[in-house]
Structures are given as structure tokens and as C-alpha cells.
């Protein structure tokens, strides 16, 4: 004999109303810790600091360093090695970040009632 009323798998209507709460707190979450975000900066130097690149949690970059001394006319190779090495790295370690970030709040999704 089929029920009558109420939710199918037992989810009662109290439930979905806590689950859009939790869903609706952790989309702030994200929004906030996404604009906090945006606004560091993730550096990082190649060639023993010859080189350094800052960039955005915007994936911008900001700022670039390079000592004179690797500046050479005969070797331009090296040096776009070394920007490209920098770049890089600062890029790793903001999505590192971002990654972490956003993980941390999915974790909380782990809290919700199904």
C-alpha cells in the first residue's frame, strides 16, 4: 500500500528548508572567500631571485622583477626561461591556494543532512 503525503526517502520538509539554508550560507562563503581572494598575492623567483613575478588571485601578474645582471643581449633564452620558471611557480601556489580554499568550504557540504 503506497503512503500518502510527505517525501519520498523519508526527507521531511523541515529538512530541505535546513538544506537550502546550509546551501545558501556556504554559496556566501564562496563569494566571500572569492573576492578575498582576488585581492592576494602570490609571488615567487627564479635564477636564485634573479628573477620575480607577483601575481593576482585574479591570475594577473603585478609585478616583475629582474637583476641586471641577467639581462644579456647573447642569452635572451635564459631569461625568458627564468620568467617563464617564476611565472609559473606564482601561478602554482595561487591555484595551491584556491584549491585549498575552495576545498575547505566543499568540506563543509559534508555537514549536510543527506
Keep these: ?6 517525501f519520498g526517502g523519508g526527507m521531511m520538509p523541515g529538512n530541505i528548508n535546513q538544506l537550502m539554508k546550509q546551501a545558501q550560507k556556504m554559496q556566501k562563503q564562496m563569494e566571500e572567500q572569492s573576492a578575498a581572494f582576488e585581492g592576494k598575492e602570490f609571488s615567487a623567483s627564479a635564477g636564485g631571485g634573479a628573477v620575480s613575478i607577483t601575481v593576482s588571485g585574479k591570475k594577473e601578474i603585478t609585478k616583475v622583477s629582474i637583476d641586471k645582471e ?10 625568458e626561461d627564468l620568467i617563464m620558471a617564476a611565472t609559473n611557480e606564482a ?11 575552495m576545498g575547505g568550504i566543499a568540506g563543509g557540504a559534508g555537514k549536510l543532512p543527506f
Design 70 to 79: 641577467v639581462v644579456d643581449p647573447d642569452d635572451v633564452e635564459m631569461l
Design 1 to 6: 500500500m503506497a503512503k500518502r503525503g510527505g
Design 91 to 101: 601561478l602554482r601556489k595561487m591555484e595551491e591556494e584556491h584549491s585549498a580554499l
